[in-house]
C-alpha cells in the first residue's frame, strides 16, 4: 500500500490509470449532515430507536436498504423498511440544499482530471438522486455515467457497479482505479479485481481502511493529481 506522502515515482503510477470510478458520498460531497439528520427523523417520526451518528456514519457506504435493517434496534417487515427509507428520502430532500457540500479542493481536482482520463461514479445512493445531488454541486458534467443502487443486483461490497462500467465501456481493469472513503469500497474493488485508493476525509478512519490493504491510501485531496 502506497500512504500519503506520494514520492515522484510512486506519482507516476497513478498516470497508468485512465478510468476513475468514485465513491460519492464522503469521497466528493461531505453529506454527513444530511444523513445524520435525515435518518434520526425518519427512524424517530416511525416510533423506532434514534441511531447514533457512529452508526450512521459506519454504514454510510451502503445503500439504505441493507443499512436500515443494520441500524434498527427492531427487525423491520419489508412494509416498514419500504415506509421508513420513503420517510428518509423525504427528509433528505429537504435538506439536502442547504447541507451537502463539495469538499474543499475537490472541484478543482475533478476539472483536472476531466481533461486527462474518464471520470464515473458508483454510489450506494439511488441514481436518480445522485445525479440530482451532482447537479446540486454543479459538478454532474464532469463525469461519463454515475451507477447508483438501482441500476445493480448485489451491493457493495459487491463489483457490480464497477462490473458494469467495465463491461459496457470495454475498459481495461489495469487501468483502472476506484477512489472511495470506506471499507466497502475497497472491498468492492478488490472483489472488481482494480486498483483502490482509499481518503482518510470521509467515513472510516485511516486505521480502519489501512486493515483493507488498498494500494493507495491518501489524506489529501490535492493529491488526486494522478500526474508525475
Not at 451502503?62 to 423498511?81: A, C, G, N, Q
Not at 455515467?145 to 459487491?158: F, L, R, T, W
Request: net charge negative; with cysteine.
Amino acid at each position: 500500500m502506497k500512504e500519503s506522502n506520494l514520492n515522484d515515482a510512486e506519482k507516476r503510477g497513478w498516470t497508468l490509470y485512465k478510468n476513475l470510478i468514485f465513491d460519492f458520498d464522503g469521497t466528493i460531497a461531505n453529506s454527513k449532515k444530511c444523513s445524520f439528520i435525515a435518518t434520526k427523523k425518519a427512524f424517530l417520526d416511525y416510533g423506532l430507536d434514534e441511531p447514533s451518528d457512529n452508526q450512521i456514519e459506519y454504514y454510510m457506504g451502503v445503500p439504505i436498504e441493507k443499512s436500515f435493517d443494520l441500524m434498527s434496534s427492531v427487525k423491520l417487515t419489508s412494509e416498514e423498511r419500504s415506509e421508513l427509507i420513503t420517510l428518509f428520502r423525504e427528509n433528505y430532500k429537504e435538506i439536502e440544499n442547504s447541507y451537502l457540500e463539495i469538499y474543499d479542493h475537490m472541484l478543482e481536482q475533478l476539472e483536472i482530471l476531466y481533461k486527462k482520463a474518464k471520470l464515473f461514479v458508483v454510489s450506494s445512493k439511488k441514481t436518480d438522486v445522485l445525479k440530482r445531488n451532482l447537479k446540486i454541486l454543479k459538478i454532474e458534467h464532469l463525469f461519463l455515467e454515475v451507477i447508483g443502487s438501482d441500476k445493480v443486483k448485489e451491493y457493495k461490497p459487491s463489483p457490480d457497479g464497477v462490473l458494469y462500467i467495465l463491461n459496457k465501456y470495454n475498459l481495461n481493469k489495469r487501468e483502472t482505479i476506484y477512489i472511495g472513503d470506506a471499507i466497502f469500497d475497497i472491498q468492492m474493488a478488490k472483489n472488481a479485481d482494480v486498483s483502490s485508493c482509499a481518503v482518510t476525509w470521509g467515513s472510516h478512519s485511516e486505521e480502519q481502511l489501512k486493515l483493507e490493504k488498498p494500494d493507495y491510501l491518501i489524506k489529501n485531496i490535492n493529491q488526486l493529481e494522478f500526474e508525475g
